[in-house]
């Protein structure tokens, strides 16, 4: 021992827990190349490494803006690892803080609720929507108001969360240094050209509690090969000839298929898009931005799933459902169509749920090494296992070995 202390890169420390080849079949070409090896998907220093290097320095869905309806809306969310609540402000803005007093640390909110300030419970120092903090009773001694006039200042007032607005989607940047929400979100604005976004509107969400990795959730997703499988209905809808492989553009999948006929769920009793192109209306679209954002598009919607690690085999999904205009989101004209939608997706991602607990289960096994991939199929899934690592290896930080 010479005394020198030694730090490991993070794309060495990738190596060390995937094991040198299993690092490597990654980048091999799709003939030859396996996805990640099982040690992804169960070691707790590989979920830590995600959390750390993709989800606190991506852009992350953290709801829709009509779920923190009117001024004093608030509600929790873990991003991370990390509490955050977010707040309805007097002035309309959306704005997210870290869900802890500084006081003692204690958490502020942990349920959603409607108030006019956020209160600690353990010592009721008090902060405005906009989060400085108000007032600190009896701090200066008993009986003292502890009013603070102006502003509490950068170590009194909460802290403050990154949040920005797509077409009523809310994202969360905890690191704060992500790009501007626009240029993460360029991809899909211009595969949708044509498509007047302002018109959606949330109409509901599903929530779903997953026995498998986050990954899995996405790795289903973006093929298309298991679809004559599980889902009939789907299959029915959109044959498998239809389909192809999709492609990624920058941290972005993109796929979509011109289906032969509408049907309710897609296309039939729904408002459409105003202005949609004949060819855009016969149109199914979808798309993955990393690290979880997924969205499908068809003519009278724009539905979003999105999965949350909460460990190396569980994680958190939110189905939200967005339609087009306020009549269909909200009013009894549309009830029972809106209604059959939410439950169409919420079918159709039970198919999906069905194989994930057996997937990661699979991945216990020590003699499977990341499978063989369809080279029709999955390129982009094995694009995307190549993606999660170079994600984590562009960052500059360090662990001490």
């Known amino acids: 021992m010479d005394g020198t202390r030694h730090r490991e890169s993070n794309r060495a420390r990738m190596q060390r827990i995937l094991g040198e080849d299993g690092y490597a079949q990654v980048f091999r070409s799709i003939d030859d190349a396996a996805g990640l090896p099982n040690a992804a998907y169960w070691s707790e220093e590989w979920f830590e490494m995600e959390q750390e290097l993709i989800f606190r320095r991506s852009w992350v869905f953290a709801g829709a803006r009509a779920e923190l309806p009117e001024p004093g809306s608030m509600t929790p969310i873990e991003i991370a690892g990390t509490p955050i609540v977010l707040v309805h402000d007097r002035d309309g803005m959306i704005r997210g803080f870290q869900n802890v007093c500084r006081h003692r640390g204690m958490q502020l909110v942990t349920e959603p609720c409607k108030k006019a300030t956020l209160t600690c419970p353990y010592h009721r120092w008090a902060y405005g929507l906009d989060g400085k903090l108000r007032s600190r009773p009896h701090f200066d001694g008993p009986n003292a108001s502890g009013v603070i006039k102006g502003d509490g200042g950068e170590k009194l007032n909460l802290i403050p969360v990154r949040v920005e607005e797509f077409f009523g989607c809310l994202f969360v940047n905890v690191s704060g240094d992500a790009d501007p929400l626009d240029v993460w979100m360029a991809p899909v604005l211009e595969q949708l050209n044509g498509y007047d976004l302002s018109a959606i509107r949330w109409a509901g969400k599903r929530d779903f509690q997953i026995e498998a990795n986050w990954k899995l959730v996405y790795e289903n997703y973006m093929e298309g090969y298991h679809v004559f499988a599980l889902h009939p209905r789907l299959i ?19 796929n979509g298929y011109r289906f032969p006929k509408m049907e309710e769920g897609r296309g039939v009793g729904l408002p459409h898009y105003p202005g949609i192109s004949e060819e855009d209306s016969m149109k199914g679209q979808w798309f993955l931005t990393m690290p979880h954002f ?3 598009v068809y003519p009278d919607q724009f539905t979003v799933l999105v999965a949350y690690p909460e460990a190396p085999d569980r994680c958190r999904e939110e189905l939200h459902v967005f339609v087009i205009g306020d009549e269909a989101a909200t009013g009894d004209k549309y009830r029972k169509e809106r209604e059959d939608l939410i439950q169409m997706w919420d079918d159709l991602n039970v198919e999906d749920i069905s194989v994930l607990k057996g997937l990661q289960q699979g991945r216990r096994c020590f003699g499977y090494d990341g499978g063989r991939l369809s080279p029709h199929w999955e390129g982009p899934t094995l694009a995307y296992s190549r993606k999660i690592i170079e994600f984590m290896a562009e960052s500059d930080n360090y662990t001490d070995e």
Not at 236 to 254: H, N, Y
Request: without cysteine; negative net charge.
């Open 236 to 254: 029915d809808f959109a044959p498998m000839d239809v389909r192809w492989s999709g492609e990624w553009r920058g941290s972005t999948f993109v």
């Open 294 to 296: 997924a969205v499908e």
